[in-house]
C-alpha cells in the first residue's frame, strides 16, 4: 500500500491509514529538530499534529514486507522520525528491539499475543 504525503496531509490521516492496514501496531510521528541545543534539559522531538514546513511530498511504501526500520527510513525522507508499537494484551509495546521485523510480523505477533491474553 503507498501512502501520499503532502503539506495537507494531517499526522492523524497517517496514523488511521496505518492502523487500519496492520490493526495490531500503531505509529506515531515526530517532527526531526535540525538546530537542537543539547545543553538545554528539555526533550526534543514533539509528537505532531499538524505536517508544516515539510520538505516535500510523495509517497511512502506500508507493504506488508517492509521492516519497522525500512518504514522509519521512508519517513525521515520528509524529516519526521517514527515510532512503531505493537499490542500486547492491553498495552502498546515499542518494536526498538525488533525493527527487523517486517510490518506482517510485527501486526502477527501483536495479534496471538493480544488472542491468547
Not at 1 to 22: A, H, W
Not at 24 to 50: A, C, T
Request: charged share 25%; aromatic share 10%.
Amino acid at each position: 500500500m503507498q501512502l501520499y504525503i503532502s503539506e495537507g496531509t494531517r499526522p492523524e490521516d497517517v496514523k488511521n491509514f496505518f492502523s487500519s492496514c496492520y490493526p495490531f501496531l500503531k505509529i506515531e510521528l515526530y517532527k526531526i529538530e535540525k538546530n537542537k541545543n543539547l545543553n538545554q534539559g528539555k526533550k526534543h522531538n514533539p509528537v505532531i499534529d499538524k505536517f508544516v514546513d515539510l520538505p516535500g511530498e510523495g509517497v511512502v511504501d506500508i507493504h506488508s514486507d517492509i521492516t519497522v526500520a525500512e518504514l522509519g527510513n521512508s519517513f525521515a525522507s520528509f524529516g519526521l522520525r517514527t515510532e512503531v508499537f505493537r499490542k500486547s494484551g492491553n498495552v502498546w509495546v515499542a518494536t526498538l528491539l525488533t525493527d527487523s521485523w517486517t510490518l506482517q510480523q510485527q501486526n502477527s505477533a501483536g495479534e496471538e499475543i493480544t488472542n491468547n491474553t
